[in-house]
C-alpha cells in the first residue's frame, strides 16, 4: 500500500479528519508500523493526494488529519479493450493496468470465452472496487478507471468499436491496434515507425486465452484496426498487456 | 502448460521414446484432456520443439514418441539485472521474464534488500529449474537462462558491471539503462530517441522494493549505465520488468 486511500465521506469536512477501519488500519499498523506524529501519503478517491499525519493508530483503527496537497498523476493513454478472462486472470489484469494507469477497460466476449467467466461474482461492482483500490494504492493514484462489460461481440466491434476508432473526439487522434500472435509487425517496430505521429489516445485489443477466431480478427481489423504481434512466445494475459502497455509510457 | 517439457535423458535415444510421470502427467490428463493418438507440442530442454504422439496417458503417467521439428525461439537480447527481491516476488519475476525470452538473469544486493532474502531456499538450484521450467512451458521456449546472484554491490559494480557495460564481445554494440524513479526521460522515449543506432545486446537494472539509494544509483552511473524512469507511477516489480521488456520486443 503505497498510498492509504479513502472516500471524500470518510473525511469530516471542517477539519479534514479521518478515521479508518479494517483492512486499511490494519495495514498501515502492522507493515507500515506507523505512531502517532507520523506523516504518510494519502489520498482522496478521485480527488487530491497529500498527506496523513496520524492521531492514533491501533490494529483495528486509525484517525489522521489529511492535508491535500497534488493532483493524481496523469491517465494513461491507453484503453484497454480484452476478452473476457478467468476471473483469477481478470484480477491481475485490473490490478496491473489500474496501478499502471489505465482509465478505461473494456472486457468482451469472444469464441472462446468460456461462459462461465460471465458468471463471476468478481464481475459484480463491490469486487470490482476492491482490485481497483489496490491498484489505485499500488499506483499511487485516486482516479477511478471506468469498466464496461460487452457480451456480443459483433455489435460492440461493427457499431461501437468502429465509432470509437473512426470518430474524433474533440480533434483528438486515436489509433486502436489488435495484439495477436502472428507473422505481423512487432508492436515496438510499429511504434517506432509511427513515432512522427504520436497518437493522444490508443486502444490495446486482447483476446482470450486461446486467442481469437480468424473471423473475429477479421471483424476487429474491419471496423479500422491495426494488428501487430508482441512475441513469438505466449505470455500470460497480465504480462502480455503490461509489456504493450510499455510502448506508452 | 503450452509446451512439455522433458530433459533430454528423459528420451530413449534409439525410439524417441518419453515417459513422465508426477506434475507434467496430471497436467496433460486433466487439464489437456490428452487422449491416446493426439499430438501435442513438446521440447526438449535445450534442444528442439516439436511433436509429441501420445502413445498412453492416465492420471500419474503420460507416454509418447517425440518428433523434433524446430529450434527454440530467438532468445531476448536484454540481460535483466535486479536487487533481489522478496521470494513471492523473485518467482513471477523468473516465471514471467522466462516466459518472455530473457537468458541472463543477475540478482544483486542492494542497501534495501531484507537481509533474509539471500536465505531464501527458493534460491536453491533446484527450486530455481522449478520455476525455470514454468517460466520456458509458458514461453513455448527449451533454452534455460543463466543465473547469477552477487551479494556484493560495489565489487560488482565496479569491476564486473563496468566491464559489461564497457567491453565489446564479437563487436556486439551493448547499452546499459538503470530504471529509477524520478524526473528523467521515459524509457520508450529514451528508445524512441536512440533507435537509429538499436543495440546489439542491452542491460536492464531494477532496484529493490524501497529503491537503490543514491549512492548505488551514482555508482551505477559512473559504471557507465544511463538512467531512465518508467512511470511517475510505483509498479510491482514483475510488472515494471514487463513493462520494461515491452520495449525490446
Known amino acids: 500500500m503505497n498510498l492509504i486511500l479513502f472516500y471524500p465521506e470518510e473525511m469530516t469536512l471542517e477539519s479534514n479528519y479521518v478515521c479508518l477501519q479494517g483492512r486499511r488500519a490494519e495495514h498501515i499498523f502492522n507493515v507500515h508500523r506507523a505512531q502517532v506524529g507520523d506523516v504518510l501519503k494519502a489520498g482522496v478517491i478521485n480527488g487530491k493526494i497529500g498527506e496523513a499525519r496520524v492521531l492514533n493508530v491501533t490494529n483495528d483503527k486509525i484517525e489522521f488529519s489529511f492535508i491535500p496537497k497534488n493532483d493524481p498523476p496523469e491517465p494513461s493513454n491507453v484503453t484497454l479493450i480484452i476478452a473476457l478472462q478467468r476471473p483469477k486472470t481478470l484480477k491481475k489484469v485490473l490490478q496491473s493496468a489500474v496501478s499502471f494507469g489505465v482509465k478505461k477497460f473494456i472486457f468482451i466476449e469472444s469464441w472462446k470465452v468460456e461462459k462461465s467467466y460471465w458468471q463471476s461474482p468478481l464481475l459484480e461492482a463491490e469486487k470490482l472496487t476492491e482490485q481497483i483500490i489496490l491498484g489505485l494504492e499500488q499506483g499511487v493514484d485516486t482516479v477511478f478507471p471506468k469498466i464496461e462489460f460487452k457480451r456480443r461481440f459483433k455489435p460492440f466491434v461493427e457499431d461501437e468499436l468502429s465509432l470509437m476508432v473512426n470518430q474524433k473526439f474533440n480533434d483528438k487522434s486515436i489509433r486502436a491496434i489488435i495484439m495477436h500472435p502472428g ?67
Open 183 to 249: 507473422n505481423y509487425s512487432k508492436l515496438t517496430d510499429f511504434c517506432y515507425e509511427s513515432n512522427d505521429l504520436k497518437f493522444d489516445e490508443n486502444i490495446l485489443i486482447f483476446g482470450p486465452e486461446g486467442g481469437f477466431t480468424d473471423y473475429e480478427v477479421d471483424k476487429i481489423v474491419e471496423a479500422g484496426c491495426d494488428i501487430c504481434s508482441l512475441s513469438t512466445r505466449i505470455l500470460r494475459t497480465e504480462y502480455a498487456v503490461m509489456t504493450a502497455l510499455g510502448n506508452f509510457l
